[in-house]
């Protein structure tokens, strides 16, 4: 089967504080960002915000839990992921996500108390189901 290349990378703030549930896949953290951007139409600039759900598993996600909070910023690499279901009442239903690899943590959160500059980056690799992450911090 030929490989294929499913990745995406982007920077906005979380819009709310992350949710931590402890599944039979191990760990998982929830949280949605905000992505800002401007488009210029002659002398008119259109601003916009496109928001995305984040899912962290495992080491990286207990850490996204701990660290993160409602408008911290955040750099995210990951794949994108199409879920699709059934509703109770019959409609079909579809989400796509993103499945983090790595989480920079960009300006200011609980860890990096008081250094608005500061940043750390937390890795994983992408697999929902490995149980261990590179963290450099």
Not at 19 to 42: H, M, P, R, W
């Amino acid at each position: 089967m030929e490989k294929q290349l499913n990745l995406t990378l982007m920077e906005g703030r979380l819009t709310r504080n992350p949710e931590y549930l402890q599944t039979s896949c191990g760990g998982v953290c929830k949280f949605d960002i905000a992505v800002n951007n401007s488009i210029k139409s002659g002398n008119e600039v259109k601003h916009m915000v496109d928001f995305f759900s984040i899912t962290a598993w495992n080491k990286l996600g207990e850490i996204c839990s701990k660290y993160l909070k409602k408008g911290a910023k955040v750099r995210i690499r990951g794949r994108l992921k199409h879920d699709s279901w059934t509703s109770k009442d019959g409609r079909k239903m579809s989400n796509v996500h993103i499945d983090a690899a790595s989480v920079e943590f960009i300006g200011n959160s609980k860890r990096q108390s008081g250094n608005t500059d500061a940043s750390a980056s937390v890795h994983e690799e992408i697999n929902p189901y490995q149980t261990e992450a590179s963290i450099p911090f």
